[in-house]
């Protein structure tokens, strides 16, 4: 007989050969044991073979990192001061969080590092109640740490941090391209942004109107706001990137280097690995980021961003390289028809809209007939189909249905300019005729520039071909890389036509209308862009931000609207981004309607 050990042993060896061949099927292997038994009162020593089965090998599994790219060209800058592009305010947006933060996919307004807020009787102050223990944080080269002040304390984000960084943006020593946004909106800012006489004025003076500034510590995480009216918006601007706060004791040593790798302090879910300029940047997740429900903790531990053109990273992305890519319009049609692809493939809208802008100072665009004639000969739909190809709409206007104030909610019949050949012939004739040329041939040599990038090319080289046929003129199309680019439409160098793109940074059309196009603003700066000035037009987008009426609100937009594409033709509005994406299926994401991704959202299937 056996004894009862040796039962219990062996059910054992069977309850794990079981488990073992259930796990897997990888090849049984025999393996000899000892068995003892007492066979008539003596023990004796047996060896058994026992077939088991191994443990399965491990599963392959990818790195926990994401690998995206912004597109050709070299973020101009992670300083929140001076962020204005896409690539910049994405990265920030990582790197920082703002009081509130501007839900990507509803657009509601969540709670950022202020954990609640109240708001005064006349609704222009806010009090903001900001999140406590939240540290600065650095690479060091090997891992993320604490930042420590001099006597070895921690150094954690404070509503003083919040105002140095505000007031910092709207300094007129720090030229931020951005400042005018709080000047719109923050009492006391155009005094201080726009001081005459500047630089013969005494430190106490600069002081006096620093201190003006609507933006106050009542301590070290109580913070009050004062803006110019009641507006709905006052909020999101408060959010802002221009807003966030900034490390002051970093700053006085670093100065503008503070931002860069090596250097750069920050304090939200991610923070600055490495910057290799022109080619590669790679943000790291921040362990000392608490998260809460609106900016929760970062599941993928790194996001790698290449710097490529949209054909070179549509080619990444096939071969494996990348998780994330845009679909260039000449593979558009094959994504769809490819099994596989498709499946990967996203079109939704997008919060942006692109544009030309016209040099209302320079020939020949300075008749608005002769802007008139080269917006009606661009013909949207056969752009948008045929050269983007990417289910773009074409646009008249400059806000999207939805958004607070958009003409659209009430469409105005003949507002706007569309395609038509016989329209911008009439306007070329009445430009001829107005500056006194005999003939269309005598007509000043047309320049249109872009930013370097294919997609930008092709679109240029549409209409630079749409202005030929309808008008004869066959302008010169050049490009330049995006940092360069960005400062010559903001010079006196800007040239006769030249391209941007808006994507909303709130959901309303103050955003649009006002923010980009008002003297001051985006597209019109005090220098360069439109070098253009419409006291109705500035006047009815002050009154329409303050509106309480919708329904008032909407008709005083369509009519400064109105006066922009059409009555001034300052600019050309062509269409609506849409995003056209290819995304990995092992990758988990959110999808933005503002044109910023929060990567801290995201997660990776790791197991291959």
């Known amino acids: 007989m056996y004894s009862k050990k040796w039962t219990i042993v062996l059910g054992a060896l069977l309850a794990v050969s079981m488990l073992l061949s259930a796990c897997a099927t990888p090849t049984p292997e025999e393996i000899i044991i000892e068995v003892t038994k007492i066979v008539e009162g003596e023990t004796v020593v047996e060896q058994v073979v026992v077939t088991a089965t191994p443990e399965p ?3 392959e599994m990818r790195d926990n990192v994401l690998h995206v790219s912004f597109g050709p060209g070299d973020v101009p800058t992670l300083d929140p001061s001076l962020g204005t592009d896409t690539s910049s305010i994405q990265v920030v947006e990582e790197l920082t969080i703002g009081l509130v933060r501007l839900h990507e996919e509803t657009l509601a307004v969540d709670p950022g590092m202020a954990v609640s807020w ?13 999140l406590e223990g939240i540290p600065w944080v650095r690479w060091n ?5 604490e930042v420590l002040d001099a006597d070895g304390n921690v150094r954690y984000v404070t509503a003083h941090d919040f105002e140095y960084g505000t007031k910092r943006t709207v300094d007129p020593d720090t030229g931020s391209s951005y400042a005018y946004v709080l000047g719109m909106a923050l009492a006391g800012v155009e005094e201080y942004l726009y001081a005459e006489n500047w630089n013969d004025l005494t430190d106490e003076e600069k002081a006096a109107l620093r201190d003006g500034v609507g933006i106050k510590a009542l301590d070290d995480y109580t913070l009050e706001m004062t803006f110019l009216t009641k507006a709905a918006y006052n909020l999101n601007i408060a959010g802002m990137w221009v807003a966030r706060a900034e490390p002051q004791w970093l700053i ?3 100065g503008d280097r503070w931002s860069e790798p090596g250097f750069s302090q920050s304090y939200g879910p991610y923070a600055l690995k490495e910057w290799v300029h022109d080619s590669v940047m790679t943000i790291v997740v921040n362990p000392f980021w608490p998260g809460i429900e609106s900016v929760p903790q970062p599941i993928i531990e790194e996001i790698q961003f290449s710097m490529l053109d949209q054909s070179a990273a549509f080619a990444e992305y096939e071969a494996g390289n990348l998780e994330v890519a845009a679909v ?6 094959r994504v769809k028809a490819d099994p596989m692809l498709s499946e990967e493939l996203i079109i939704a809208p997008d919060g942006c809209a692109y544009y030309y802008g016209f040099n209302t100072e320079k020939a020949p665009v300075d008749n608005v007939h002769m802007r008139r004639a080269l917006s009606y000969a661009v013909d949207r739909t056969d752009l948008v189909e045929n050269v983007t190809k990417g289910g773009q709409q074409p646009a008249q206007w400059f806000c999207r249905p939805g958004m607070a104030g958009c003409p659209y909610i009430d469409p105005h019949p003949g507002f706007g300019i569309t395609s038509n050949a016989d329209e911008a012939k009439a306007e070329l004739a009445l430009h001829v005729a107005a500056v006194g040329y005999t003939d269309d041939s005598e007509i000043s040599e047309v320049q249109l520039m872009h930013n370097t990038s294919e997609g930008h090319k092709k679109i240029a080289e549409a209409i630079a071909e749409m202005w030929h046929e309808t008008l004869g003129i066959q302008p010169t199309v050049t490009n330049q890389e995006w940092k360069v680019y960005l400062k010559t439409i903001r010079s006196e160098d ?7 793109g808006w994507c909303l940074d709130y959901p309303d059309a103050n955003n649009f209308t006002r923010e980009v196009f008002s003297k001051g603003g985006s597209g019109n700066p005090e220098v360069g862009g439109l070098n253009w000035l419409n006291e109705d037009f500035e006047q ?3 009154d329409a931000a303050v509106e309480s009426d919708p329904v008032k609100r909407v008709e005083m937009y369509a009519e400064a609207e109105n006066i922009l594409v059409y009555e001034d033709a300052a600019v050309l509005p062509i269409y609506w981004y849409t995003m056209v994406n290819v995304t990995k299926p092992y990758v988990n994401r959110t999808y933005s309607n503002h044109g910023h991704d929060y990567y801290e959202k995201w997660s990776l299937e790791l197991e291959k």
């Open 57 to 59: 090998a491990a599963a």
């Open 118 to 130: 109240d708001l005064s009787d006349d609704g222009q102050t806010y009090t903001f109640h900001l």
């Open 252 to 254: 006085e040593e670093k």
């Open 328 to 333: 260039p319009s000449a593979d558009i049609d």
């Open 494 to 500: 800007v040239p006769t036509v030249w391209r941007l």
């Open 141 to 145: 080269g090997n891992s993320v740490e």
């Open 540 to 542: 009815i987008v002050l």
